[in-house]
């Protein structure tokens, strides 16, 4: 991002914050252990994604839970179970899929809460822990299988999996850290973000559903962290969490930094981002290290991942 001029800063306002009821300040989990050790981990927020009604879902990874979000920033627990969900995306029938480094791609029904697998494992072998994912306009899912990969271990891939033929097929095996992902806006490349990787990737597909001539999108900054999740707007700008600057990235369709959003919180971590409110103008952003959704205004909607047919 050296090439060019600095962007300009956005500001980002408080929306809601996690309601001390649900706070585990004292909390303990293999996945802290791992990942935070030593550390208070009250909650570590992640996934945002709105469903038909307006309302925000959210995953906590450390303590298995899923939490909706209302409007008015009213918080209720949908569910808590033995995972550790990160991405969450809703498909365009209602149903939600849930990216869990644990057990995989997981199904909740929001109607009953009950929690089903999808996608456990390829060929017999359990994936190194699921990221994030992603549906393109006809309902296939990308996502990505991170697990502990990055330039020591450059061996994160990213799938597409077809829910109607149950096909499984890997699109890259040399990841280091693929994270967040979405398609550009024509869907004819996908944009996967490499966290250790501190990079950007772009993956173009061919007619057969391969992909070739991947390279760097864009490179991030740098810092303690990388690149993390990912959002597309209309006009086909990206907008990328920076895990350890405490900021989102606006790029426009050409990889050329327009925007720094900024946190106006003392966390550092923002994690996820969706667009939502009343005219999907608004980005909607997790603040994982102080349990805070955070909203910046933006001057075009969100692109949606499919058509609501």
Known sequence: MSFYAPPKDLQTRIFTRMPDEFCRPNGDSD?????????????????PSFDREGDLYVTDIPYGRIFRISPQGEWSLVVEYDGWPNGLKIHRDGRIFIAD???????????????????????????????????????????TDQGQTGMHDPSGRVFRYDLDSQQLDCLVDNAPSPNGLVMDRDERALLVAMTRGNAVWRLPLQADGSTSKVGVFTPMAGGVSGADGM?????????????GNGCVWAFDRHAVPLYRIRSCTEGRTLTNLAFGGKDGTQLYITDSSTGTILVADWQSSGRPMFSHS
């Open 31 to 47: 996945w802290i252990r791992a990942n935070k050790p030593g550390q208070s981990v009250p909650s570590f927020l992640e996934g």
């Open 101 to 143: 480094y644990k057990n995989g791609i997981l199904l909740l029904d929001p109607e009953t809460r009950q929690i089903s697998p999808v996608l456990t494992h390829r060929r017999s072998e359990g994936f190194k822990g699921v990221n994030d994912l992603f549906f393109d306009r006809d309902g296939r899912l990308y996502f």
């Open 231 to 243: 959002a597309l707007d209309v006009d086909g700008n990206l907008f990328v969490c920076d895990a």
